[in-house]
């Protein structure tokens, strides 16, 4: 283990990222904490003034280089899927899903896989409002009660899809950009046992945990569906045109297309999360032009605005966090601070290692818990940058594999903090059911918390 000598700059680091954690631990955004903490290190490390505002500017450039991809395609993809409700190939799409349901049982996995399914294509936000609209009626109609539904809808796709995030790749590259690894695949690769082992384990315990519910409150449920089945009585037909078929057809057999170019021109990170985004923006394009006509120009512009809107929305606050985690990787250090610099986490990881022996297990503890508070606030993504660089810190120190550090974190953090687990940050799935955002965070809690313990002793072995 090479000697680190510690300096003032990596204390006050220290200081600064326990005041990150406290921030989320108290469900308060964190962006001027990472931003007083650019400018407090920028000083002591540089001793200007000026060349600490530069540095602060540096570090939000040098995160938003890392990340204008992620950004591109999300904004993409969530392009295409606006199309797609306008010239309603979505509800072709759903459709044969909702044939599907014929009890309660099947409903809930059918709903919460077509749920899985669109989000791991156009993220978890949109699909909530397209599978809510299209899926969660005729779920509810086939015996599920409401909050079963919302249930299914949340843990499979805010859950499942958006911490394994296996097509878009945004969760896995941004994790393994701060925990030092090549790809996105350093990630998935490695941590695949812990997303399928997180994803059984809570999606059994919530199942079971409903059905004993369903059975204690039969009459509850009974009424329920009636209400949605008279409804559904009344509801009125949808008249779509011929490209809504076609492009139901031709969507889903281009992205099969792409998932089997992946694995046989052998396509990772920026090359794989390329082939989404442009395919996506030609879907985008091609459905607007053939539903639109003479409008197709305005409404491509219209579709792109409104993409970019969405991922610069999510990614704004993420840009200023990431631009002070990347201080702790030796390499986007230099960028920020300068050629002489040193990865401020990682120096102090060493540190830690020489001073104190660290074994697999409290470090895997570590890693979830911190994941798990990085998540309060909220956004599943915001924790990303520090648990990756925890991975990075922690997993030579203990001779663990640092992607499987690096999934265990990102699992926790995007579980927690993705819309499971805190009722603010599972207000869109409440609210398009129509449940209190507080009773579904109830109901995950059990579920979530066994499959976090579970997945975390699987780590443990991993490492």
């Known amino acids: 283990m090479q000697e680190v000598q510690l300096t003032l700059v990596h204390w006050i680091y220290v200081a600064m990222v326990l005041v990150v954690i406290a921030t989320m631990a108290l469900r308060r955004d964190t962006v001027l904490p990472c931003i007083v903490g650019l400018f407090v290190i920028g000083l002591a490390y540089s001793g200007s003034l000026v060349k600490t505002i530069q540095i602060m500017f540096n570090a939000l450039t040098a995160a938003g280089a890392e990340f204008i991809g992620i950004i591109t395609v999300i904004s993409l993809v969530v392009a295409m899927s606006k199309a797609m409700t306008d010239v309603g190939t979505d509800y072709l799409i759903m459709r044969p899903a909702a044939k599907l349901m014929v009890n309660a049982n099947v409903a809930f996995f059918v709903l919460g896989i077509a749920m899985m399914i669109v989000a791991w294509f156009v993220w978890p936000s949109p699909a909530v409002a397209l599978i809510g609209a299209l899926l969660l009626p005729v779920a509810v109609r086939a015996g599920l009660p409401v909050i079963g539904a919302a249930m299914a809808m949340n843990l499979f796709g805010h859950g499942i899809a958006l911490s394994s995030d296996w097509i878009i790749q945004g969760a896995p590259k941004l994790t393994a950009q701060f925990a030092g690894l090549p790809d996105a695949s350093g990630v998935t690769g490695p941590g695949a046992p812990l997303f399928f082992t997180m994803a059984i384990v809570t999606i059994g315990t919530a199942f079971y ?92 512009t219209d579709y792109v605005r409104d993409g970019f809107m969405f991922g610069i929305k999510v990614f704004a606050p993420v840009i200023v966090i990431g631009g002070f985690f990347f201080l702790g990787s030796e390499g986007t250090a230099k960028a920020i601070l300068g050629e002489n610099a040193t990865g401020l986490l990682s120096d102090l990881g060493n540190a830690l290692a020489a001073a104190v022996p660290l074994s697999k297990a409290p470090v895997a503890l570590i890693q979830m818990i911190v994941g798990g508070i990085t998540g309060l606030d909220g956004s ?14 922690f997993g030579p120190s203990i001779d663990g594999n640092v992607g499987v550090l690096a999934a265990l974190g990102q699992i926790s953090a995007v579980w927690v903090g993705g819309g499971t687990v805190v009722p603010w940050g599972l207000i869109p799935v409440a609210a398009i059911a129509g449940v209190e955002p507080m009773e579904l965070a109830r109901r995950n809690f059990i579920p979530v918390m066994l499959g976090l313990l579970v997945t975390t002793i699987v780590a443990i072995v991993l490492l």
Do not use: C, H, W
């Open 380 to 393: 599943g993504f915001s924790g990303l940058p520090l648990v990756g660089s925890l991975a990075q810190t």
């Open 209 to 300: 945990m409903l059905r004993k519910d369903m059975a204690k409150n039969k009459s509850k449920v009974d009424a329920e569906v009636l209400a949605y089945q008279q409804a559904a009585a009344s509801a009125e037909v949808r008249k779509l045109s011929s490209v809504a078929y076609v492009s139901a057809i031709l969507i889903p057999l281009v992205f099969i297309i792409d998932v089997i170019a992946m694995l046989r021109l052998d396509l990772k990170g920026g090359d794989a999360t390329a082939l989404i985004g442009g395919t996506a923006l030609a879907m985008m394009a091609l459905m607007a032009f053939g539903e639109f006509k003479g409008e197709a120009l305005e409404k491509v």
